[in-house]
């Protein structure tokens, strides 16, 4: 039973610049859910997905983040014209949906933008 | 809009003892979950313990204990027989809609032998 896995596992940019990222979840989870942690904090909910439906989005992410799902699978986040601010690091998890649901998570992708 | 509050920065025990970390939260929500996360340094977020509103009978997974208080929205976390492996963040996370987890600034957990 492989987890939840995530690429890259760092990412350093220069401003302006785009990124995406993979998470690939759990093989039979249904629920694949974006977070963002900075230094200090815990991880923000960023957006859901649940199958390739996206159902719901923070008001943290604004018109530069986009996420797909394309086939139900794995997940990309895209960050076009990336700012300093964006240094994260970006939290992957996914879960079976039902009374027992949980949240595993990826290691993380993080990212830098100098 | 769901808030939570860890108000312990940074917790010491020494291993073999009992610490208690606190949590409190609220919510709207009528059915939720609560979760305790852990995430060493530098690794991934880890899953300590869950529970369910619903259920008056405090969760226990082996050395981790939880002390649910419904009505004050209070969910601590109780980690017995410490060992050095436990040191870490540790993440207080209610579930919301859908199930999106809101958390707390977490409790940096110090283990000394």
């Known amino acids: 039973d492989t987890g939840v896995s995530q690429n890259p596992r760092h990412k350093i940019t220069k401003r302006g610049q785009n990124v995406t990222f993979r998470c690939d979840p759990i093989s039979e989870h249904n629920r694949l859910y974006w977070y963002r942690q900075t230094l200090g904090q815990g991880p923000e909910f960023l957006t859901y997905?649940?199958?390739?439906?996206?159902?719901?989005k923070s008001r943290l992410l604004s018109d530069r983040f986009s996420a797909e799902r394309p086939k139900g699978s794995f997940s990309t986040l895209e960050i076009q014209r990336t700012e300093q601010g964006d240094s994260a690091m970006y939290l992957c998890?996914?879960?079976?949906?039902?009374?027992?649901?949980?949240?595993?998570f990826g290691p993380g992708t993080r990212l830098l933008v100098l | 809009a769901q808030t939570v509050t860890q108000s312990q920065p940074e917790m010491s025990v020494q291993e073999a003892e009992t610490v208690t970390l606190s949590c409190t939260y609220d919510t709207s929500e009528s059915d939720y979950y609560l979760f305790w996360y852990k995430q060493p340094p530098s690794r991934q977020m880890i899953l300590v313990i869950r529970?369910?509103?619903?259920?008056?009978q405090n969760a226990t997974e082996n050395r981790f204990s939880v002390n649910f208080q419904k009505a004050a929205k209070s969910f601590s976390l109780k980690i017995s027989d410490s060992q050095l492996g436990d040191a870490a963040m540790y993440f207080c996370?209610?579930?919301?809609?859908?199930?999106?987890?809101?958390f707390g600034t977490g409790t940096r957990l110090l283990v000394s032998p």
């Open positions: 529970q369910e509103a619903y259920k008056q």
């Open positions: 997905f649940q199958n390739e439906a996206q159902l719901e």
């Open positions: 998890a996914s879960s079976l949906a039902g009374p027992q649901e949980t949240q595993y």
């Open positions: 996370a209610p579930s919301g809609g859908f199930q999106k987890l809101v």
